[in-house]
Structures are given as structure tokens and as C-alpha cells.
């Protein structure tokens, strides 16, 4: 069974410019999930969809960041414009449903400049 | 306070020694309860769940869950150096009903020959 893909791995811009991360879950998972992990911290949910229904956005800095998941598939994570504390590593994990594990993909590493 | 705290890092221990890995949380109606390793570099991968009071053992790890003092740890016996890496802990706080996962800062292990 494949697992959760992220590309890209890996993104250096600098400061006020945009990126986009994308997320492909693994296959029927319909729940999933994005998180910003900063260097030395835990993974800080940002955004949980269900399918393609937001389930919890309350952490995601609405004023610059913007996320969907269209068809209940994939999903893109979008800066806009990126700040130097952006600076993480951009998670993607996906469960089956609610309360089920959630397994992790290999992360985004962003560095802004 | 933190909503989920790890005891601060980093702990070395001997190889074939016993590391204890500890957490609290601050809703005392969290009911999941899990724990995330992380290599160097790499996504978190979950080693152990549990939901009940009580020890849960899954060969050389257990988890110890003790609501009342809402406090769980993690016990890694005949610790390995492959077991180096940082161990979160992630708690479903109360009142999520969503499988919401909110980490700890992570704690560093190192296990030296």
C-alpha cells in the first residue's frame, strides 16, 4: 500500500512570496490532515478534512495561509505571502476516518528567506 | 500551562537500559492517548495508543495511562540505539470529537553504546 506523497520536499523562497504544497493521502483515507512542525516543536495541526469538508481550521492563519481539498483527494496547502516564521516543516497525514491513526507523509521542508 | 508537556530533553540512556518518557496533559476529559517516533529528519510514525487506565505493553515498549493525575508514559526496555530519536506524545483533548491530535514539544533520546 502506498503511502501519503508530498511533494515538494523541499522550498527555499523569500519573505512576502507565495509557495503551494500539495498531498496525496493514501488510497480511501478520508480524513486528512496538515500540520506545521517549526524546528525543536511538536507537529501543530493547521487544518483536518473529511473528505472534502472542513472539519477544523482553527489554528490555520487565515490572513496568509489557504488550504482545500478538492474531490475529497488530494489536497494543496497555500502560503500567501510567506513570513520568515513560516520557516517548518509542512506535514501531511491521513486516517481512515475519525479517531483512527493517522499516518504521516514525509513533509515539506520550507525555509524563507 | 501547555496543553500537552513532555518532560524536557534530552535523556540519554545506556544501551539495554530502561527509558522512561513521561507527559501530562490539561483536560481532564482526554480520553485517546498516543505515541509518535521520530527519526532525525523523517515524518513521525505512531509505536503505541492507548485509551484506558493501565499499562499497555507491545514488546519492549508500554504505555502507562493514569487519568486521575492525567499523566502517560512511555517505557522503552533493553533501550537500542536504533531507539535514538524524538518521542511525542499526542493527546486527543477533551471535548474533540474529531480525532484532533494536540503534541508535545517532543523529548530527544539518545541510547549510547
Known amino acids: 500500500e502506498a503511502g501519503v506523497a508530498q511533494s515538494p520536499r523541499y522550498k527555499i523562497i523569500e519573505k512576502r512570496q507565495s509557495v503551494a504544497f500539495w498531498c496525496n493521502p493514501i488510497?480511501?483515507?478520508?480524513?486528512l490532515y496538515w500540520y506545521q512542525q517549526i524546528l525543536g516543536q511538536g507537529p501543530k495541526l493547521l487544518i483536518q478534512?473529511?473528505?472534502?469538508?472542513?472539519?477544523?481550521d482553527s489554528q490555520l492563519p487565515k490572513d496568509r495561509f489557504s488550504a482545500e481539498r478538492l474531490k475529497g483527494v488530494d489536497s494543496t496547502l497555500k502560503i500567501q505571502p510567506a513570513k520568515l516564521e513560516d520557516s517548518a516543516v509542512y506535514l501531511c497525514?491521513?486516517?481512515?476516518?475519525?479517531?483512527?491513526?493517522?499516518?504521516f507523509g514525509p513533509g515539506t521542508r520550507l525555509l524563507v528567506l | 500551562q501547555k496543553e500537552v508537556e513532555q518532560n524536557s530533553g534530552p535523556l540519554s540512556v545506556p544501551e539495554g537500559a530502561i527509558a522512561s518518557l513521561n507527559c501530562t496533559y490539561s483536560?481532564?476529559?482526554?480520553?485517546?492517548f498516543f505515541w509518535y517516533r521520530q527519526y532525525s529528519g523523517k515524518s513521525p510514525e505512531l509505536i503505541m495508543s492507548?485509551?484506558?487506565?493501565g499499562d499497555k505493553e507491545d514488546g519492549r515498549f508500554t504505555a502507562q495511562l493514569n487519568k486521575a493525575s492525567q499523566y502517560v508514559s512511555l517505557l522503552i526496555r533493553d533501550s537500542q540505539p536504533s531507539d535514538s530519536a524524538t518521542y511525542l506524545c499526542?493527546?486527543?483533548?477533551?471535548?474533540?470529537?474529531?480525532?484532533?491530535?494536540?503534541f508535545g514539544q517532543g523529548t530527544i533520546l539518545t541510547v549510547h553504546p
Open positions: 499526542a493527546v486527543e483533548l477533551g471535548g474533540t470529537s474529531y480525532g484532533k491530535l494536540t
Open positions: 492507548i485509551y484506558s487506565n
Open positions: 488510497s480511501g483515507h478520508a480524513t
Open positions: 497525514a491521513s486516517s481512515p476516518g475519525y479517531q483512527e491513526t493517522q499516518y
Open positions: 478534512f473529511q473528505n472534502n469538508g472542513v472539519v477544523d
Open positions: 483536560d481532564r476529559g482526554s480520553q485517546s
